[in-house]
């Protein structure tokens, strides 16, 4: 049988990525950040679109590139179609159409949120796939989601977030404390060496799996501001406090949902994903709770967490075995479901 190579491409938010895979292996994966929005404090939209359109083909040329294979290789092209920014998304799937136009190979559409959980399917030296059913939760910047994976393609949402996402969390959190953005793996390490019970912030009540995390970033800014009128040094002096005490809340919220998760479904089986699951805390957290509640926790490599082009690239391969392919007049959509 030939061999399979999927071209995939990534431009959802503000990560510019291709990568290339053999036979559902990835042979590469690059990944260009956008350094612009620092100063920002947050992704801007339209500056998000126009380093898109610059990093796309010196991108796609780097992953083909270090993949050592020519374009006319190419068996398919797999793109994210959403949810995402729309400037954003319509870069990479203007980029697709064209390229899969040219190349007179198919075309693959792929949703994004699919695409950060079935990231565990990429195959990895000492990594185990996670067996169906199982839940996944996506956490990062954009997404807060606790969702009932059944198969590859038959995926429930069952819990997300009313307002903010947990990412935002930490970076609104780390704004107020005048970290620079992204804020979380700062406010990470910060509080590892502070006392998490130094300052109670309220969970937020929120029914069923649900989140919502606008009430905490609001409780902390009031907070600071109460403390600084009394002592203007405040968060010069109790960073690692004020640090541990944010994460020890932001970590509670998210285990008290996939308890009430797992005890709902009888799954046990729970594998994590987004940017915020490089957090120190959420990985100890899950890693107890094999010992505590007999969970099987799946925590990917970093790069296939964050948003990358190889996550884009499994599913691109997944939907390529079963021939499912895209219509020539697809077009982009920020709002897909699941
Ligand atoms: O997946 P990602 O790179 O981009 C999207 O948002 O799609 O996630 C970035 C988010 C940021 O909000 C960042 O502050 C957060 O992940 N983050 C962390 C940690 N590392 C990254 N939050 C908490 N702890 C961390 N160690
Ligand atoms: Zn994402």
């Known amino acids: 049988t030939k061999d399979v190579y999927i071209l995939a491409i990534e431009s959802s ?16 994966n690059v990944v260009a950040n956008q350094k612009i929005h620092e100063a920002f404090g947050g992704v801007v939209p339209e500056l998000a679109s126009r380093a898109h359109q610059q990093n796309i083909v010196p991108v796609v040329h780097q992953a083909l590139a270090n993949a050592n294979i020519d374009k006319k290789q190419l068996t398919a092209i797999a793109f994210t179609r959403g949810p995402g920014l729309m400037g954003s998304l319509l870069v990479g799937t203007s ?12 075309l693959i559409e792929v949703n994004h949120m699919q695409a950060h959980i079935l990231a565990h399917f990429i195959e990895e030296e000492g990594q185990a796939i ?20 059944k198969d590859h393609f038959d995926m429930e949402v069952i819990g997300e977030t009313l307002d903010d996402a947990v990412g935002e969390a930490y970076d609104k959190s780390g704004k107020i404390l005048g970290l620079t953005y992204p804020a979380g793996p700062e406010i990470d ?22 989140f919502s995390f606008s009430g905490l970033k609001t409780a902390i800014l009031y907070f600071i501001q ?21 994460q020890y809340t932001i970590v509670n919220i998210i285990l008290d949902k996939l308890k009430k998760a797992s005890k709902q479904t009888g799954i046990k089986t729970i594998a ?45 391969y997944l939907k390529y075995l079963r021939k499912d392919f895209a219509d020539e007049s697809v077009t982009a959509s920020s709002r897909i479901k699941i």
């Open 226 to 246: 109460r403390q600084t009128k009394e002592n203007p040094t405040f968060i010069e002096e109790n960073l690692v406090d004020i640090c541990a005490s944010i």
């Open 130 to 149: 996670p067996k169906f059913p199982f839940l996944g939760m996506t956490i990062s910047g954009g997404h807060t989601q606790i969702v009932l994976v």
């Open 272 to 316: 994590i994903g987004g940017g915020v699951s490089a957090n120190s805390a959420i990985r100890k957290a899950l890693k107890d709770g094999e010992v505590k509640y007999g969970w099987t926790a799946h925590i990917p490599k970093f790069e296939y967490t964050t948003d990358n082009a190889a996550m884009i690239g499994i599913v691109g």
């Open 95 to 106: 980029f697709a159409k064209s390229l899969a136009l040219g190349l007179s190979i198919p």
């Open 189 to 210: 390490k910060l509080a590892n060496e502070g006392n998490p019970k130094a300052f109670p912030f309220p969970k937020p009540k929120v029914p069923g799996l649900n």
């Open 13 to 28: 938010c503000d990560d510019t990525s291709a990568a290339v895979l053999q036979n559902g292996k990835v042979l590469s």
